[in-house]
């Protein structure tokens, strides 16, 4: 059953842009990109109302709404939608899956047109940059001059500072939440991990799997690790303490704690929907990554785009005090930067958890944007 | 080049102790026992002087001095000599290798006399109660009532508190380090993705591997993930921050930061010295330790064992908070128990680094219940 019908933007469907090339940050170019997105609301006659929102790790073109015939809305429904934070009774939402994603924009698993077969290892290594890129050949195509906001978490939130350095006059404002200017060495550390379960599997067959199915125990351990630095210590305490699946310990490698259990199911699901080649370029993308010393608006721009810069307490993946540098820079460049750090016990998953504060807060934050954009 | 011989106890060797049974707490019987051990210093005429040092996850009955030929020293040097915290000059140490582990003591790679082959997975499933059953035989044949103290971190500190249960009239003092009465789930959770690691290498076969080598891509990625949780976030920014092993990007998924490359190569260099079914049977052990609720002294003799209770600020794998329960639970049952929580930005690793730190609390505390002990 759909929840939350009421307040839905009701049934969506994913559309299809297509370009011809695109340069990327390497200095290689990728040829026949198609960039799968989703609109929710309608965009203003003067075009001054289209926010972006720009999807984590795995996240997908699939932001809110429902798809025919499922039952599960997407992402962000909790936030996209009539009357919710991202209004679309006021707003034109737009979101596109990444670059290098597996959910209809072009990756490592689409078919390279010279030679007929899935990319693998032939794609080549992109970045948020490059993801970026992407995203603002989409905005000129819908015909967009400026966004009012960019608005993502996690990865998300490091295109979203992408956008205000690649192209701080297409933005009126950005709402990183829940990331960093930079991957410190554990974060980079946790994605190094992931990449060598991933490639340790013998059937990963450096790339070339398309043909005999993926290297799903690899995959399914690197996805088991990003699910407990995506959890607090305390919100697995609540979930699943010590709970038993039985009664006694097994005293054998079966799972006996809930919490393997979850791992473990949450790990062979993730490798039905997700390509172990796109989770390689795109950990590789968040490495690579790095704003810190940029600037974030032209010079001769200063103070045009105001940033709401949001993090959650107990997120030990992407702590505070890395929102709290990115304030700081933008502070210390003179832009107009306000912070705010939700308290909730859910870890990094707070992003997509804690809709009530993020839309008290996000709410305030666009209307005050919408009237200075068009007040302009 | 042996450093600090001046402080060290020198040439040491490994010995062996056999017995002839051992029954599990699963109820399973383990026959024809071996534990490696070794001793440092002299056993006092009274019997009074021996101190049990207990060894974390992969360590060994190797605590200190040196193997001849080697240019390492044991485990634990900076803390087991003449002058240092455990004082040979003063004390009679033993330290032992594990159950289940793979340094000498009986373990899963170890040949089952019945079949002339490795147990593998026909090794029964121990627990730390098994182990520290274990250690009571070997402190036994070396003729030895009661110990002064037991002493260790992280799974040393498990077996601490563990002899402090099972053998309480045996023990004078307790020195549990950087540990926990019980698993949290995300401490499980760990150990439950290191063990899928295992399990999903193909190399495994299902633990009989002895004849054509080690899962090793899978006992590698499990050991990554363990060096992330041992160093801090602080650590690991003070070690590598985002260095790179050359120039510039490599835009290829080959190590580029000197984080990558610092864990890819302690993952290779641990394949060649631990045994993946040891991993597994150990982890195994640790999520079902749970002394939590548990008498720490025999009621008749409330107040026997003092407790010594150390943590370190930045160490997120055992947090301070699992010490401080410790504590508390200690206290509200009348036991005599002291805490300190050491300033350290080293993570868990902290407990085999911060040797000053620790000789100047230990030192103490030990001559005080060295003192009560003779006084007796």
């Excluded at 906001?149 to 990183?176: D, K, R, T």
């Excluded at 990963?204 to 407990?228: C, F, S, T």
Aim: hydrophobic content about 40%.
């Amino acid at each position: 059953m759909p929840q939350n019908t009421e307040n839905s933007i009701g049934i969506v469907e994913t559309q299809y842009f297509n370009f011809d090339r695109l340069v990327l940050e390497s200095g290689k170019e990728l040829a026949d990109v198609t960039v799968a997105y989703e609109t929710y609301g309608k965009l203003s006659e003067a075009k001054d109302n289209a926010v972006l929102i720009v999807h984590a790790f795995t996240g997908d073109a699939h932001a809110a709404g429902f798809h025919k015939g499922d039952d599960k809305p997407g992402w962000w429904d909790n936030m996209i939608g009539p009357g919710k934070a991202f209004d679309t009774d006021k707003y034109f939402i737009i979101c596109s899956n990444v670059l290098g994603g597996c959910s209809g924009t072009t990756g490592p698993s689409s078919i390279n047109k010279k030679t007929g077969k899935p990319y693998a290892l032939e794609f080549p290594v992109i970045t948020i940059v490059d993801m970026v890129a992407a995203q603002k050949k989409l905005i000129d195509f819908i015909g967009i001059k400026k966004l009012l906001s960019v608005a993502g978490g996690s990865m998300g939130g490091m295109q979203v500072l992408q956008w205000a350095v690649s192209y701080p006059e297409s933005v009126a404002s950005a709402i990183p939440i829940a990331t960093t200017m930079k991957h410190s060495p554990q974060q980079i550390a946790f994605n190094e991990v992931a990449r060598q379960s991933i490639m340790g599997d013998v059937a990963w067959n450096n790339g070339n799997y398309y043909d005999k199915g993926q290297p799903e125990r690899g995959l399914a351990v690197a996805r088991m690790v990003g699910h407990i630095t995506y959890m607090s210590d305390k919100s697995m305490e609540e979930k699943f303490s010590r709970n038993l699946k039985d009664k006694a310990y097994s005293f054998s490698f079966a799972s006996d704690f809930e919490v393997e259990g979850y791992l473990r199911y949450r790990g062979d699901s993730f490798v039905r929907r997700f390509d172990a080649n796109s989770y390689l370029y795109i950990t590789k993308a968040m490495d690579y990554f790095d704003v810190s010393g940029k600037k974030f608006v032209h010079e001769a721009k200063k103070k045009d785009i105001n940033f709401l810069v949001i993090s959650f307490k107990s997120d030990w993946l992407y702590p505070s005090y890395q929102s709290e540098e990115i304030v700081k820079q933008l502070k210390l460049k003179g832009y107009n930067a306000t912070y705010i750090e939700i308290k909730s016990t859910y870890g990094h998953d707070a992003f997509l958890v804690e809709a009530d504060d993020e839309t008290r807060i996000i709410k305030h934050f666009l209307e005050r944007a919408h009237k200075e954009a068009s007040n302009v």
